[in-house]
Nanobody
Framework: QVHLVESGGGLVQAGDSLTLSCTSS????????IGWFRQAPGKQREFVAA????????RYADWVMGRFSVSRVNAKNTAYLQMNSLKPDDTAVYYC????????????????WGQGTQVTVSS
């Protein structure tokens, strides 16, 4: 059983940067790909980014357009989502999730989810 905990959310201004962390306990962290998703009020959950078993293999939603960067440090059982040039539209609850599969942008393919961390971007 993998337990994921997100942290690092908060209230920032447009144009600011924020780094979210996803720390895992239980299971073998290095065996899972880690995905980041977000859900804004009244909207469906959407894929943000994923990092597979090695840092060199990352995936991003098209709308990220280079503003976000995903990484992981297996020795720390932690994955990160660095977000730059934040916009009010980035306001959402951000979730990390773990999967042994390869459908990285597909939420239902993930086996474990964190509780989420709120990111609010003011204009």
């Amino acid at each position: 059983q993998v337990h994921l905990v997100e942290s690092g959310g908060g209230l920032v201004q447009a144009g600011d940067s924020l780094t979210l962390s996803c720390t895992s306990s239980g299971g073998s962290f290095s065996s899972y790909a880690i995905g980041w998703f977000r859900q804004a009020p009244g909207k469906q959950r959407e894929f943000v980014a994923a990092v597979t078993w090695v840092n060199s293999d990352t995936r991003y939603a098209d709308w990220v357009m280079g503003r976000f960067s995903v990484s992981r440090v297996n020795a720390k059982n932690t994955a990160y989502l660095q977000m730059n040039s934040l916009k009010p539209d980035d306001t959402a609850v951000y979730y990390c999730a773990a999967t042994v599969g390869s459908s990285f942008s597909n939420g239902p393919s993930y086996d474990y989810w964190g509780q989420g961390t709120q990111v609010t971007v003011s204009s």
